[in-house]
Nanobody
Framework: QVQLVESGGGLVQAGGSLRLSCASSGSMFSANVMAWYRQTPGKPRELVARLTSGGVTNYADSVKGRFTISRDNAKATVSLQMNSLKPEDTAVYYC?????????WGQGTQVTVSS
């Protein structure tokens, strides 16, 4: 059973930085697509950043140049470095893993950016 455990959320002032981490277990981590999504009340979950096993990245336009996704295959972790945070980045952030044609999600971690 794949399990994803996120950490690193919290409250930060606009312009500040946070780093989210996600530890994966139970999968062939190095072969999988990893991603971060976020969701605010009343809105669908949206892709923030995606990283393939080959190192290809995709970012939402709203975070390009500010957020960086990375992975450590030896530790089976994926991280999201968030810089120059804005109040509109406030959301619950979810770690995602695609493994054997199935989707797996973490429990979510709250990020709140105050103005």
């Amino acid at each position: 059973q794949v399990q994803l455990v996120e950490s690193g959320g919290g409250l930060v002032q606009a312009g500040g930085s946070l780093r989210l981490s996600c530890a994966s277990s139970g999968s062939m981590f190095s072969a999988n697509v990893m991603a971060w999504y976020r969701q605010t009340p009343g809105k669908p979950r949206e892709l923030v950043a995606r990283l393939t096993s080959g190192g290809v990245t995709n970012y939402a336009d709203s975070v390009k140049g500010r957020f960086t996704i990375s992975r450590d295959n030896a530790k089976a972790t994926v991280s999201l470095q968030m810089n120059s945070l804005k109040p509109e980045d406030t959301a619950v952030y979810y770690c995602y893993e695609r493994f054997l044609l199935s989707d797996y999600w973490g429990q979510g971690t709250q990020v709140t950016v105050s103005s």
